[in-house]
DNA sequence: GGAAATGTAGTTTTT
DNA sequence: CTACATTTCC
């Protein structure tokens, strides 16, 4: 059998090995898409004959194209995968320009303008035309022209319509002046790099000549220009396979079309279609979840989610007072977890994801306290920090002296007492000699030409210091390797700028950060110069193959290895991980956007009211709703939405999103779960890796306050405040506190549930009310092991019984529907005094169902190769567990995935994958035990830890000594980018 | 004209 | 709470 194929389903197998000329794989989240992919290339390099260095595989964003790289690596070798044509569409195409750009009239040495530049040129235009655009809407709008239009000319050529209004004309006017003023730095924006290979393309196809096959991932995220792109590249060859899923479209603001899909089959009629179904990701609760949220979506066609994992875990829906009670909840929830899990979890199995990157700051905030590591994906970019922006923008002006988008950012950086006025005059000087910003400094400085009014003297002198310095780095840069260059370039104008001084002067507070990220900028520039030392030459990812009858262009070595050390930064979202990072176990924050294609254990989702998901200047609310559904659907085994209250911002009450209608509630608990251990296996058997051995258990068990431990119980469930008497109580005794915390607790519960939903949605039934009001947790699955474990607390089982609250869904007879019928009624007996779920029961929501006492439910029988399930002891401690099963027809089990899909290939795989002798594994067997069926189900009073007569001397580690072990004091860092905790350092002094 | 100081509005998502 | 615009002072 072939390697490649094995740990595929049918479905996938198919897919990698047909022989349709055209293939688009549709496939919902998780069920293997890119695994799929990837293993086609893999397919059709070993069995059709392609050479690696004719297959061009092109992803939508960065980190897509990053981890394919990864997997390919495993899959193929690095040494195949190295010479795949693999990146983003923008990466490849830049590549084609720089290399063949030049036969469609693109000066060598075009450097890319990002947004910055955009907007920077845009504004200038506007306020050199005096027309009323707004520069940011203006470049979107412009964006959006490009994405849409073959190419610009034709855009502007189109005859100006009739009825063209006043704005239409300015605009086209502004547009015009844009380009022109690209062109005359030799800049290309991000959507001319898409637009103008095409047209070289187009202009001569020979250039993919040798192409054998496209490969195109997440193609639901393409616009109009890329689909034209994807028909260029694969020529007339046209062996296309793409991979995508409309229900996670959500690019629409970058003009990506979903009837590309269509469109696609319509140019190929020849096209096939495969549809991958059973998701390997996700717990069928997640999935649930998801689910029920993307059905929201009515033109949308119906599909289901197959899930085959077991029903694992409830969603949480937590709600908080505030945005920061929520980012301090979260960081409580993840050490709680990560503790009361054992060595099952690290930290890099959390995420959380963010719909928009200012609200990493709180959480940030939050982690950067509690001292645990993460790192920020998305949002602000490491390169667009003032500090290295400017740094960048001297190495672009030396790279390119007539990029005066460049020149203009650093003409006065530092003050060199030229101020706007005078760059004004300066580039309108420019402009009209139809010249450069660069030669109209040098001719002026040289006395030949004159301004309407002369820069002063110390101006005059600082302008010449520049042009020197700009000639002489360009001089010097000769002398060094290309793969040094940009280092030494960096370090050339440090020294001449002494830059750090001027960072101490403009940021007195936080110069220290700055430099910091700098000198992160130092390294990577390092990195690159002694990595290109090994390797043949800098352009080794460069390189097109060579075509017969085309030459390619030819320049110098430095200032190619510059120009695409400038370019690489450009088209990258975000530092490469340096080793040391890479070794560092970080939770991720992420925007959901950039999160996309990726998979966590367990993730949280911040902020999920109105004005956030779905955002408030959100045009469509489809793709909105999409966004959350890709957001819930990175989750594996456990999921968390929160939503403060209150916007500490405005301190105006929020809504929670119109996504997650009441009717939906069903499918969450309101707060995270006791951790039992079937909440523990369950996250194993999900995740395919061992349970966690009970002295790790114990472990984290103890490594947490006593307060920390009994539950996600810091703050009220419903989200009112916190009470103050809190913090109080911490050293009163033991049992008081427990019992005082349940009564503020429930107080606050009956309080605000009412309020809060009342307050939602006005004329929402009491019933309704219920089914959300009554998710509490219980103690009992743990609270055995810790008494007898922590003999010190002196817990009496009477104690523990009145701490315990049993988690009961109490979902209204009424709306219940399949999903959720077949659990219910399954409820502690003697709830005691304390529990939550008895007052509910009984309280003032109506419900009146008897709730027998339950037996514990018999054990499932576990495959051998968990722990042996703890022994059950009749503690006289009623749980209860109730789980839904996502259908009555239990969800089919699949075979276990293959080692490659175990993430980050670090985990140990269950024994028989790799240890055990019998690599056979009963199709159907091998993962039932807690999955699916009957064994979701409460599995009663079970102790996580079972052995309660272990010495437990040598466990003596607190909370704190944990996270020094985890994060080496000095070493945190956050993914190489030194952060600035806005105002932190300040509000510490005071 | 340039720079510092004060006042004001405003904050999606990515290449 | 900060980037940006408007003032005021040099």
Known sequence: ???????????????????????????????????????????????????????????????????????????????????????????????????????????????????????????????????????????????????????????????????????????????????????????LDYDDLLIRCADLLRARPECVGNVEAVLIDEFQDTNTVQLELMKLLAGKNRRVTIVGDPDQSIYGFRSAEIQNLTRMQRYYPDTSVIHLEENYRSSAAVLCCAQEVIEQDTVRPNKRLKATHCYGTFPVLRRLPSAHDEAKWIVAEIKRMKAMTGNLTTFSDYAILIRSAHLSLLIENALGKAGMPYRMVGGYRFFDRDEIRTLLDYLRTISQPNNNAALSAIINVPSRKIGEESLKELLRLADESGTSLWSVIQKYTQGDLTMKKKLSRPAEQNLCKLIALVKEAKKRMVNVTAESTAKFLLEFCLNKLSYKEYLQGKHAGDHENRWANVEELLNQANDIAESGSNRNGVDSEESLPEIEGLDKQQSDSNDEALATFLANITLSSDLQATEDNQEQECITISTIHSAKGLEWPIVFIPAVYEGSIPHSRAEDTDEERRLLYVAMTRAQALLYLTCPLRQSRSDTETTLSSFLPLKLHRH?????????????????????????????????????????????????????????????????ATSTRH????????????????????????GTTMTETTMTGSSSFSLAGISVGFSTAARHLELTQTQVQDEMICREREITTSKRTTVAKSRRGKTKASGGQGSLANFFAHGSFGSTTERPASKPLPEPELPSYINAPLKQEDHNIPTVFTSHKLSTKPASLKRPQPLAEIPNGKRKP?????????REVPPDQSFKGSCGGDTNRATGPESILSSTSKSTTTMHTTSVDMLRLQSAPGRRKTYGVRRMMNGWENRKNH
């Not at 005096?130 to 034709?154: F, G, H, M, Y």
């Not at 296996?681 to 790790?696: K, N, V, Y």
């Not at 503020?744 to 006005?762: C, G, V």
């Open 910 to 918: 269950y024994g028989f994958l790799s240890s055990s002798p019998s």
């Open 1 to 187: 059998m072939d390697a490649i194929l094995k740990g595929l389903n049918a479905a996938q197998s198919a897919a990698v090995t047909s022989t349709a000329p055209v293939l688009q794989v549709l496939a919902p989240p998780g069920s293997g898409k890119t695994k799929t992919l990837t293993a086609r290339v893999a397919y059709l390099l070993a069995h059709h004959g392609y050479q690696p260095w004719n297959v061009i595989c092109c992803t939508f964003t960065i980190k897509a194209s990053r981890e394919m790289r990864t997997r390919l690596k495993s899959l193929i070798g690095e040494r195949l995968e190295s010479k795949l044509l693999l990146g983003t569409f923008h990466s490849i195409c830049r590549r084609y320009l720089a290399n063949y750009g030049y036969l469609i009239g693109i000066p060598k040495g075009f450097q890319i303008a990002d947004s910055s530049d955009s907007l920077a040129i845009l504004t200038r235009v506007i306020k050199r035309l005096n027309v009323s655009l707004e520069p940011r809407s203006t470049r979107t709008r412009i964006s959006r022209c490009k994405a849409k239009a073959q190419n610009v000319d034709e855009h502007l050529q189109q005859p100006p319509r009739k009825k063209a209004s006043a704005d239409e004309q300015e605009f086209l006017q502004v547009y015009e002046e844009y380009q022109n003023a690209l062109a005359a730095s030799n800049l």
């Open 668 to 732: 969450f608990v309101q707060i995270g779960p006791v951790v039992t251990d079937k909440v523990v296996r369950d996250i194993a058997l999900i995740l395919r890796r061992s349970p966690p051995s009970e002295e790790e258990l114990l472990k984290g068990l103890k490594s947490l306050s006593e307060r920390e431990s009994s539950g996600d119980n810091l703050w009220p469930a419903d989200g009112s405040a916190k009470p103050k008497q809190w913090w109080d109580f911490e050293d009163e």
């Open 739 to 762: 019992k005082v915390d349940l009564n503020t607790d429930r107080q606050h519960n009956i309080h605000s549930n009412r309020m809060h939903y009342s307050d939602l949605k006005a």
